[in-house]
């Protein structure tokens, strides 16, 4: 069956990192673009990161500089290096998967990740 779960969330304290992962199985994520996004609370969802399949990347505006996407083909894993966190970064984060030529479409269940002292 395809899937895509998430895995590395947790409580961190600011200014700390987490390194989230997204295992995909039941396809090749190779000819997929792989993303990150988040939801908080009450607001609206929010796209943090892109790894396109030439490897290159695109952030959105609160998290440029502090994360970092990734990608290993091989294994059909995607990866998102949290630094320097922040409280506003508190959020449920979630996988996705989006193929190019007919933008076929998977999504994890989501990874808390909780940023307090």
């Known amino acids: 069956q395809v899937q895509l779960v998430e895995s590395g969330g947790g409580l961190v304290q600011p200014g700390g990192s987490l390194r989230l992962s997204c295992a995909a199985s039941g396809f090749t994520s190779s000819n997929y673009v792989m993303s990150w996004y988040r939801q908080a609370p009450e607001k609206e969802r929010e796209l943090v990161a892109s790894?396109?399949?030439?490897?290159?990347?695109t952030y959105g505006d609160s998290v440029k500089g502090r994360f970092t996407a990734s990608r290993d083909n091989v294994y059909n894993t995607v990866y998102l290096q949290m630094d320097s966190l922040k409280p506003e970064d508190t959020a449920m984060y979630y996988c996705?998967?989006?193929?190019?030529?007919?933008?076929?479409?998977?999504w994890g269940q989501g990874t808390q990740d909780t940023v307090s002292s």
């Open positions: 996705n998967a989006r193929r190019i030529f007919d933008q076929n479409e998977y």
């Open positions: 790894v396109f399949t030439h490897g290159g990347k």
